[in-house]
C-alpha cells in the first residue's frame, strides 16, 4: 500500500487545516487508519485513527475536542480535519496503515506509512 499526504501548510494559532491521505495498491476499506505527528527534537506520537469502516475513532487526549479523522472508502481517503490550532501542533503529519480493522493507537500497530506533510502554526 502506497499513502500519499497532502494539506499541511503554514496557518496561524486558531486557524484550520484538512489533511488528506490518499491511499493506493490495496483495498482500503480493510484496514483501519491513522494520523501520528513529529514535532521538531521529539518522537514520533499518535493523534487519531479509525476503523476501517469509520464507524468507530480515537483521538489523542491533545486532539480531542479539535481534530476530527474521517475516511472516504469510495475516494480511498482518510482526513484529519484540525481545528483551534496551537503553536504546538507545528510537525510534520504522518499517515499510517494499520494491520488491524479496528481503529488502532500504537505505532507499532501500523505497517505502511506516508511520507508526511508538514503544518507549521505561527503564534
Known amino acids: 500500500v502506497q499513502l500519499q499526504a497532502s494539506g499541511g501548510g503554514l496557518v496561524q494559532a486558531g486557524g484550520s487545516l484538512r489533511l488528506s491521505c490518499a491511499a493506493s495498491?490495496?483495498?482500503?476499506?480493510?484496514?483501519?487508519m491513522g494520523w501520528f505527528r513529529q514535532a521538531p527534537g521529539k518522537g514520533r506520537e499518535f493523534v487519531a485513527s479509525?476503523?476501517?469502516?469509520?464507524?468507530?475513532?480515537a483521538h489523542a487526549d491533545s486532539a480531542k475536542g479539535r481534530f476530527t479523522i474521517s475516511r472516504d472508502n469510495a475516494k480511498n481517503t482518510v482526513y484529519l480535519q484540525m481545528n483551534s490550532l496551537k503553536p504546538e501542533d507545528t510537525a510534520v503529519y504522518y499517515c499510517?496503515?494499520?494491520?488491524?480493522?479496528?481503529?488502532?493507537?500504537?505505532?507499532?500497530?501500523?505497517?505502511?506509512w506516508g511520507q508526511g506533510t508538514l503544518v507549521t502554526v505561527s503564534s
Open positions: 499510517a496503515k494499520s494491520f488491524f480493522e479496528l481503529a488502532a493507537t500504537r505505532a507499532t500497530n501500523f505497517d505502511s
Open positions: 479509525i476503523s476501517r469502516s469509520g464507524g468507530a475513532t
Open positions: 495498491g490495496g483495498t482500503f476499506s480493510s484496514y483501519g
